[in-house]
């Protein structure tokens, strides 16, 4: 589903990310861990195009993408669904309109399609009595699942979740959490990255761990967990089970 190999990319003369090479099959979940500033995000941004590089090449869904303007972005864009930190919602539409604009514009589906889509998604992430409400009205947690709905309301192939509980109050965390886990036992494609380590041991297939731009271990989650390989992957998992 995703194949990327050599990856580099500057910001100016900070190079940030460096000779990342990796791979992502049909239903497994990697979750990405690392410090702060580690290259995290910015690999994941390189996916879908949301970063150029430098250097290398992506391949995903058998777009390949390079350091060269892509023009098959915007349909690579539709095959794949990504969730920020921020929930990106339009804070004059209601969740149903949120989650049902993109399918008529994109998908060309009719209102009463792209509703009843709608509608079923928000069942699914237990927001069922939240269709009426402006963001303005909903927590930060039901704003992050409007979010996630809003994305698999347009039939992605994969998912692509940028530190969705980051910008969450601890209580909100698990339910977005409980959702990004029922799309993992329902054999979603996806790449996560994140600090809740609690939730990669419980879902992750592989956990690529980075620091300083580079992929510094590739390895099955459990055997990430039971035994990290290098001494900074070590610090970072004691100082995580530490806070």
Not at 102 to 122: C, K, N, P, W, Y
Not at 130 to 135: E, F, G, K, Q
Not at 188 to 215: C, L, P, W, Y
Not at 224 to 238: D, M, V, W, Y
């Amino acid at each position: 589903m995703i194949h990327a190999v050599s990856v580099n990319k500057w910001y100016g003369s900070t190079q940030v990310l460096k000779e990342c090479t990796f791979s992502v099959q049909k239903g497994e979940v990697v979750v990405v861990c690392g410090p702060s500033g580690s290259g995290k995000s910015t690999l994941i941004r390189c996916l879908n195009g949301l970063e150029e590089f430098q250097s290398g090449k992506i391949s995903v869904l058998e777009v390949e993408l390079s350091a060269r303007k892509q023009r098959h972005l915007p349909a690579l864009r539709r095959r794949v669904g990504m969730v920020f930190q921020q929930f990106e919602l339009f804070p004059h539409l209601t969740a149903l309109q949120n989650i049902c604009l993109g399918q008529q514009i994109v998908l060309h589906r009719s209102r009463t399609d792209a509703e009843t889509r709608a509608r079923s998604l928000l069942a699914r992430v237990g927001l069922t009595e939240a269709a009426d409400r402006l963001p303005s009205r909903l927590s930060g947690g039901q704003q992050q699942r409007v979010a996630i709905a809003r994305s698999l309301a347009m039939d992605p192939e994969v998912m692509l979740f940028d530190e969705p509980t980051s910008a969450l109050d601890p209580e909100m965390i698990n339910e977005v959490l409980d959702v990004m886990v029922g799309l993992a036992k329902e054999g979603m494609t996806m790449v996560v990255v994140t600090h809740e380590m609690a939730f990669a041991r419980r879902v992750s297939n592989r956990v690529m761990f980075m620091d300083a731009g580079r992929i510094v271990e590739d390895r099955a989650g459990a055997d990430f967990f039971q035994k990290p390989e290098s001494t900074r992957a070590k610090a970072f998992l004691e100082s995580i089970i530490s806070h």
